[in-house]
């Protein structure tokens, strides 16, 4: 199973093992239980840390380089976004802020009924963008708050509701 040398005795896999045969997997799973109870309470760096990651190679340098990738992904995503709110004349922030209105970004989620499950996952989907606007370039989240703000004290304060 394993190329590292372990101390721990294995009393499941061996009681299960008869010369000759495979041991049963309910014995299998108990001695990798046991190992890694073992391995847990040796901390980091033991001789035993690597034995799920040995019995899982493949499958365990997968999930690496998938969260890599992610990360690389989702760096190059955020340096996007930041030269789009840096566009000149403030286009990145307009066409973000409208995107946000679009999504009810700032509205309240208090409803009727049927519609309280769209615009909560409108209001959802338009924090997650406003995270990812933080991430790239928080000054630019922050103009996208002053507008919003200075649009909604404008409609509060005109009769009609508009900000004109």
């Given at each position: ?15 299960a093992r ?143 509701g508009r900000?004109?």
């Amino acid at each position: 199973m394993s190329h590292h040398d372990t101390s721990v005795p294995s009393h499941a896999a061996d009681r299960a093992r008869q010369p000759g045969t495979l041991p049963h997997p309910d014995a299998v799973l108990a001695d990798l239980l046991a190992r890694s109870d073992v391995a847990d309470a040796e901390g980091p760096g033991g001789p035993l840390s690597d034995l799920l990651t040995d019995l899982l190679g493949p499958e365990v340098e997968q999930a690496r380089r998938a969260r890599r990738e992610e990360r690389t992904r989702l760096a190059a995503y955020l340096d996007d976004l930041a030269a789009v709110l840096r566009a000149g004349g403030g286009a990145g922030v307009r066409v973000l802020r409208h995107w946000l209105d679009a999504a009810c970004a700032n509205d309240r989620l208090s409803r009727p009924e049927p519609a309280i499950h769209g615009a909560a996952a409108l209001y959802d989907y338009a924090r997650d963008r406003t995270a990812e606007i933080a991430m790239a370039d928080p000054a630019s989240l922050l103009r996208i708050q002053l507008e919003g703000a200075r649009r909604w004290a404008g409609e509060q304060l005109t009769p009609d509701g508009r900000g004109d």
